[in-house]
């Protein structure tokens, strides 16, 4: 939806819920053009293979890589070129390296715009728990997380909605151990595209089901876009979807 202005919540009833690689795209398509961006471990890696060279938009790399590219395949790959998550990533022209330190530092001090995380949970006001379930057995992996969820000017979430026992992951207030607070402004998932924040949660789309069905299964209130509350852009971005006031 990206380029359209949406005034109403779309749901995209007669189709299949999205994979992965349609919430990676979607996520490519709305970071502005020119954006430094930091993609977290996991699937919001997947984001650079929809990023297209015309969107100058310059990923950041923790482990200290500016300009990196996409995954790399077959004999692009070289077991020193690597992303934070160990993956074999290219290089693009006027790529540069640099220390871990200076890495952190770029992050900590508010130099990159976006950055796309994982999560256990998001709550209704956008706060972040994403690094530990808080369960005994449970190993904590903050890595550069409490970061970037600070230092980034936006933080977009990239997560399935559901759990396999069947709980969703956008709560009213999360359980787990938090990585921020009220740092999230959109969460892209297989079923929903969501906006929180101060006013609390607006589905601008659905996918497979509808927002009534969605409504039934979360015990956060659901606002339409035609009827959301008045609220502030997020920090950064500037969406494609007109919140009416």
């Known amino acids: ?38 993609l977290g471990i996991g699937q919001p890696t997947t984001v650079a293979s929809y990023l297209t ?59 990159l715009d976006v950055c796309v995380l994982g999560a256990y949970q998001v709550s209704q006001h956008g706060d972040l728990a994403n690094w530990h379930t808080g369960a005994p057995e449970a190993i904590p992996a903050v890595g550069g997380a409490m970061d970037l969820a600070t230092g980034a000017k936006d933080v977009l979430v990239m997560m399935t909605l559901f759990t396999k026992a069947g709980e969703a992951k956008i709560v009213p207030v999360c359980s787990y151990p938090l990585t921020g607070i009220g740092c999230v402004s959109r969460v892209y998932t297989d079923v929903a595209t969501f906006c929180v924040g101060p006013e609390g949660v607006t589905v601008t789309e659905t996918f497979g089901l509808s927002l009534a069905e969605l409504q039934t299964r979360m015990d956060t209130q659901l606002h339409r876009l035609e009827d959301a509350p008045t609220r502030a852009e997020p920090r950064y971005l500037r969406p494609s979807i007109d919140f009416r006031s």
């Open 1 to 38: 939806m990206s380029g359209i202005t949406m005034i109403e919540t779309v749901e995209h009833t007669s189709r299949v819920p999205r994979s992965k690689a349609e919430i990676a795209k979607a996520i490519a398509a709305d970071i502005p053009a020119g954006s430094y961006v930091n």
């Open 53 to 111: 060279a015309e969107s100058g938009v310059i990923l950041h790399t923790e482990n200290g890589m500016l300009n990196m590219g996409r995954e790399a395949v077959g004999d692009e790959i070289d077991p020193d070129l690597i992303n934070a998550g160990k993956v074999p990533v290219i290089e693009l022209p006027g790529t540069s390296f640099f220390h871990h330190a200076d890495s952190f530092a770029m992050m900590r001090g508010g130099h």
